[in-house]
């Protein structure tokens, strides 16, 4: 395997891109928004900077890196050569399937085709294409270049060459693949964001104030971050969105969005991205400031 295309230059993207191209694979980054790619770019190089400043790698294999990394507009313009597509576009069905339906479609019959959803059925993404056996999940964390796992989802139709090249290919990448199942949520999210609603429903209740339950959660379980201020990492809305895939996926109304995280979402209160979650976020401040809402009075 030598040439990967990554779609989709966002969060995930350009982290994607970054470990493919420092581990010396050609990487075609594909967007529809040249700002994307732009930024992405810059991004790869900025991070590449700060690994240098840590000795975790050298200038030369910076110029490397930038070397492997090549962007386009268009999926058609590199789709002929891959060996690998990983799909990080926006999380949202309808896109996917008409991606992979293109790229099942443009991409040569050996390619293997991945997609690092974090909720959206991978049998449902292949069923869209005439390869159904080469569909795979392959399921970053984010920070990519930081975090070490991978999960790898089994779509319904995988096959056992697909998953052990995609289970080898991540220990090339120096990350720790765990393979999983295609049910909703797959493990990760499964298991997380039950623990983030149950922490909204725990404030809602007025069980407890934002910074108490994140106490309780860092101090007791060691938690690096308490889960309200994780939810505003990952984005309120994003929460939701997975919250409502498992609900609807497994039929089970323990997996029901609390109201008030429908509430916040509704109102544009997203986490960090809007500025105002659980907590406030003023560029460059990385002190934890409660929202007026949740602020004692
Ligand atoms: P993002 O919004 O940061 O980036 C999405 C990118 O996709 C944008 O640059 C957008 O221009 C591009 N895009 C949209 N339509 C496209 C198309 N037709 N062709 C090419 N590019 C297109 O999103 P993200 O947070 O990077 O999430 C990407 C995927 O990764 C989603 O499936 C998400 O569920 C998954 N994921 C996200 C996280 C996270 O913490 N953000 C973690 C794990 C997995």
């Given amino acids: 395997m030598q040439n990967i295309i990554v779609i989709g230059a966002g969060t995930m993207g350009n982290g994607i891109a970054q470990v493919f191209a420092i581990h010396n694979f050609k990487v075609s980054l594909v967007d529809i928004s040249q700002q994307s790619l732009d930024k992405a770019m810059q991004t790869i190089a900025a991070n590449c900077d700060r690994m240098i400043a840590k000795n975790s790698l050298t200038a030369e294999q910076k110029a490397n890196a930038l070397a492997n990394l090549t962007t386009y507009t268009n999926l058609s313009e590199c789709a002929g050569s891959a060996d690998l597509l990983v799909e990080a576009a926006t999380e949202n069905v309808a896109l996917k399937l008409q991606l992979f339906q293109q790229a099942d479609q443009l991409c040569p019959p ?46 319904y139709a995988t096959d056992d060459e697909t998953t052990q090249a995609i289970m080898n290919l991540s220990l090339q990448l120096q990350k720790s693949p765990v393979e999983v199942n295609d049910y909703a949520g797959f493990v990760a999210n499964r298991i997380l964001m039950p623990m983030i609603n149950e922490a909204i429903i725990t404030l809602y209740e007025g069980v407890a104030g934002v910074s108490e339950i994140d106490t309780v959660m860092k101090l007791g379980m060691a938690h690096p971050m308490g889960p309200l201020q994780l939810a505003d990492f990952i984005g309120l809305d994003v929460c939701l969105a997975i919250l409502n895939v498992l609900y609807e996926g497994l039929g089970n109304p323990k997996y029901a969005p609390c109201p008030l995280l429908v509430n916040m979402v509704t109102a544009g209160k997203l986490g960090v991205k809007s500025g105002e979650g659980f907590y406030k976020y003023q560029k460059g401040s990385k002190e934890l400031v409660l929202a007026d809402r949740f602020a004692k009075k």
Avoid: Q, W, Y
């Fill in 110 to 155: 050996h390619c293997i085709l991945a997609s690092n959803t974090s909720s959206i059925s991978i049998t449902k993404i292949a069923a869209v294409t005439a390869r159904p056996h080469k569909v795979i999940g392959m399921h970053f964390m984010n920070p990519v270049p930081v975090m070490k796992l991978v999960e790898i989802i089994r779509g």
